[in-house]
């Protein structure tokens, strides 16, 4: 049985979401990737594997191998999220490149390809699908590496943002019109802003 509640995706960007694989939802703070059954856990949830594959690579898997994987995956998670905390709040450079070069590196080792499929969703008979070698359990990190990768590429990190919540440690995106995003949800941490907002108003009339 697994101890962890589910995990949290509030990062509305797939590589947000990884960085917020250890956080603190309640008191206690949960990393969600801290051995090998828990990454694959969170791979997927996060959708980035499919079901079947995490079944497979798990039954081929020797003693230890996918405890490595969780390591070398929290490892990069702390490296990306030094890259965000220097960057978030502008937009990124192209002189940010230098720093992304253990991406780049990850990303090499991808043995992805493409294949015509029957198309489920009925808008054609046939579609391109990608597809990918999982040949031993190191492969699982790129899925993460591409996430990665598209957050670097295509959000504006003049709009990524911490949490204003003072324990809190998420990261998200903010898609919202104008930008006004302050909390990871209203759920954990605006609703605690609003009560401890409501507290100190109601000890200000009485003093």
């Not at 390591?71 to 702390?78: F, G, K, M, P, V």
């Not at 990303?107 to 390809?113: I, N, P, W, Y």
Request: with cysteine.
């Amino acid at each position: 049985m697994d101890r962890r509640p589910p995990a949290i995706f509030v990062g509305d960007a797939p590589g947000l979401d990884f960085l917020n694989s250890i956080a603190t939802p309640v008191d206690t703070p949960v990393d969600w990737i801290d051995d090998g059954e828990g990454y694959l856990g969170w791979l997927e949830q996060a959708g980035l594997v499919p079901g079947e594959v995490l079944r497979d690579v798990r039954e081929r898997a020797l003693p230890g191998e996918l405890d490595k994987v969780a390591a070398q995956a929290r490892s990069l998670r702390e490296w990306f999220r030094g890259f965000v905390r220097r960057h978030k709040g502008r937009p990124l450079t192209a002189a940010a490149l230098a720093e992304l070069a253990p991406l780049n590196r990850l990303l090499e080792r991808d043995e992805a390809f493409s294949q015509v499929v029957p198309d489920p969703a009925g808008q054609g008979p046939l579609r391109l699908q990608a597809a990918r070698r999982w040949r031993n359990p190191d492969a699982l990190l790129l899925p993460v590496g591409e996430a990665l990768a598209s957050l670097v590429c295509t959000e504006d990190f003049a709009q990524v943002k911490a949490c204003e919540g003072p324990a809190c440690t998420l990261l998200f995106a903010d898609h919202t019109r104008g930008h006004a995003r302050r909390w990871c949800s209203m759920a954990i941490c605006g609703n605690r802003a609003k009560q401890a907002a409501h507290r100190q108003r109601l000890k200000a009339q009485r003093h």
